[in-house]
């Protein structure tokens, strides 16, 4: 089952959250929806849980109209699953009375679910590792256990759509890693459709097969994880996911000249026409290489952030800050001048021919 958002608006009052928003989420297809605070994602996603209606457009499951600004099926009547970012488990009941409920309830469980609803109750708490956890109430979990009780919850009604409301971020750092494997596994294995939104790039990047990344109530950019990264298609994206350093030049086919630096010019095949229009080459922190000497940037070190496998360096370049990530066997210091330069290919003077 597809679901399909078409030109989807919504206005609050005098505030616009979302303008003339298109998105097809394919069956078995774990779509992201990526973007800072108060950019419209979580707008979108109560949209598609019914919790709120469009000020225009329409929105399709499964070729059946379920929301428009005069007609909108209320979330109960959608064959969708929850998971909130607070878990919202009932406090009075035990794990497994958490996973029964939507199965005795939700209006689209099959009848063979119903009749077996015990063994699918197992069936989910297996799937979430937490065979053993059955009769715990929810005060007698931990937060990670909380929101695999919720996930489980969720899925259990088989629902043809999982709406996930940034579900990690009350977690802290090593268990947000750990969930998001499981995540993906559970998502591998039950071929659920899900639209997971988050602020958190590396979440978006790891887990999704498409990413939607929005500003200010408009789809900047959808593409493929690779493709968000590697080819940001408007400034906002490239410094959004992955803080990509922003360079100013001239370019001629795949060759980008640096402004201010004759002598260098670089060469890339994935850069938008729209940032080759504007004279623009986002480069990723790690595409960049330190040197002691050499054609490049001359810069002084201004911090250095050691990260254990990597470490991360702010370079003072006419007093623009330019950030480079390298291994952690390249060691610089604090005031130290060093030359900043791409590490794809870099050409001397006599490859400047390549402008006309």
């Known amino acids: 089952m597809s679901t399909v958002v078409q030109r989807i608006s919504k206005q609050f009052g005098e505030t616009t959250a979302l303008s003339s928003i298109d998105l097809t989420i394919n069956k078995g297809e774990f779509v992201a929806i990526l973007g800072p605070s108060g950019c419209g994602k979580t707008t979108l996603l109560r949209l598609l849980a019914g919790f709120e209606k469009p000020s225009a457009g329409n929105i399709m499951m499964n070729n059946e109209l379920i929301s ?7 979330p109960e009547k959608r064959n969708i699953g929850m998971v909130f970012q ?16 939507p199965i005795q309830h939700h209006r689209y469980v099959s009848e063979t679910i119903k009749k077996k609803s015990e063994e699918r109750v197992r069936e989910m708490l297996e799937l979430v590792g937490l065979s053993s956890y059955g009769d715990r109430m929810p005060s007698e979990l931990s937060g990670g256990q909380k929101q695999r009780v919720a996930i489980a919850r969720a899925l259990a009604p088989q629902p043809a759509l999982l709406l996930m409301d940034e579900p990690l971020s009350s977690l802290d750092a090593e268990l947000r890693m750990d969930l998001r494997k ?24 790891a887990m999704a097969d498409k990413i939607v990344v929005m500003r200010e109530g408009k789809v900047e950019q959808v593409g493929s994880p690779e493709e968000i990264y590697l080819s940001p298609e408007t400034m906002f994206v490239a410094r959004f996911v992955g803080k990509a350093n922003i360079f100013r030049g001239s370019w001629s086919q795949n060759w980008f ?7 260098l010019v670089w060469e890339t095949k994935n850069v938008s026409l729209e940032m080759r229009k504007q004279g623009l080459f986002p480069v990723r922190p790690e595409q960049l290489v330190l040197k002691k000497d050499g054609l490049g940037f001359h810069g002084t070190v201004r911090n250095v952030m050691f990260q254990g496998k990597e470490i991360h360096y702010s370079i003072d370049v006419n007093g623009k800050l330019i950030t480079v990530h390298t291994n952690c066997f390249q060691r610089y210091h604090v005031d130290e001048k060093v030359v900043v330069d791409f590490g794809g290919v870099t050409a001397t003077r006599n490859l400047s021919k390549a402008f006309v």
């Open 257 to 263: 000249k640096p402004e201010g630096e004759d002598s």
């Open 86 to 101: 607070s878990f919202a488990l009932w406090p009075h009941l035990k794990v497994k009375e958490q996973i029964k409920f």
């Open 182 to 205: 499981e995540i993906q596994t559970i998502h591998r294995l039950t071929k659920t459709s899900i639209v997971y939104v988050t602020h958190d790039q590396g979440e978006a990047l």
């Open 68 to 74: 428009n600004p005069s007609h909108t099926l209320s």
